[in-house]
């Protein structure tokens, strides 16, 4: 039974889509690179999607609390802290839905969790010791995430920029940009915010310290 000293620490990043979440979880990996860190994304736990035909699969709102099977996320979360391993989910997007591979995740001494829904269920937010939330302009994101989906995705434009106006941008003020009075410290600048990234790395080394001698004078 895992004891409160060997449980990990549980960072939960958020923000709207293309805010600069991943690079902020990314920056604080980098950052703590000589510790046992592992990053946990909320895309991976779309919904399994296999019984819906490729129309109905494309029709999905995807910014929206029930497209995420939240469930199985708050599962294997509890696992981990409990120090078990886990087998994550692939959500292939080519095919939208979730692939019959799984990755295999051995427990970690710090946990990043990224996405923009994960403040949004009370499970989630109880087993975090520090939630964040990225926070950027939306002219900002929509021009990032042109750039992303054009790019890494091959979509059309005229595609990115409906979805956007149709689901991305009244899903964000209606579900993620609440969320943000639930965070501990809010991140303007995504991972360009240098001075956040050290404020963060600098607390969570202090969590892990008081953990490791925690465990020294059991």
């Not at 494309?58 to 708050?74: E, I, K, M, Q, S």
């Not at 964040?132 to 890494?152: C, L």
């Not at 003020?173 to 404020?199: C, M, S, W």
Request: glycine letters at 4%.
């Amino acid at each position: 039974m895992a004891t409160e000293q060997s449980r990990p620490v549980i960072i939960g990043v958020t923000g709207g889509s293309s805010s600069g979440k991943t690079s902020v979880s990314r920056a604080i990996y980098d950052e703590l690179a000589n510790e046992s860190i592992m990053i946990l994304q909320q895309d991976a736990y779309y919904n399994d999607q296999s019984e819906m035909t490729m129309a109905e699969r494309r029709a999905v709102n995807y910014d929206h609390p029930l497209a995420f099977d939240t469930d199985l996320l708050v599962e294997q979360l509890n696992q981990l802290r409990h120090n078990q391993p886990i087998e994550e989910p692939v959500y292939d997007y080519t095919i939208s839905t979730r692939s019959e591979e799984t990755i295999h995740q051995e427990p970690k001494d710090v946990i990043i969790v990224e996405g923009i829904l994960i403040l949004d269920d009370k499970r989630l937010r109880d087993l975090m010791d520090i939630k964040v939330f990225v926070d950027t302009d939306d002219d900002i994101r929509i021009i990032r995430r042109i750039q992303r989906d054009t790019k890494e995705r091959k979509r059309d434009l005229d595609w990115i920029i409906d979805q956007y106006l149709t689901t991305v941008k009244p899903m964000y003020h209606q579900f993620v940009e609440p969320t943000k009075r639930y965070a501990d410290l809010i991140v303007p600048e995504g991972g360009e915010n240098q001075v956040a990234i050290d404020l963060l790395t600098t607390k969570i080394r202090s969590i892990l310290l008081q953990k490791k001698n925690g465990r020294m004078n059991d």
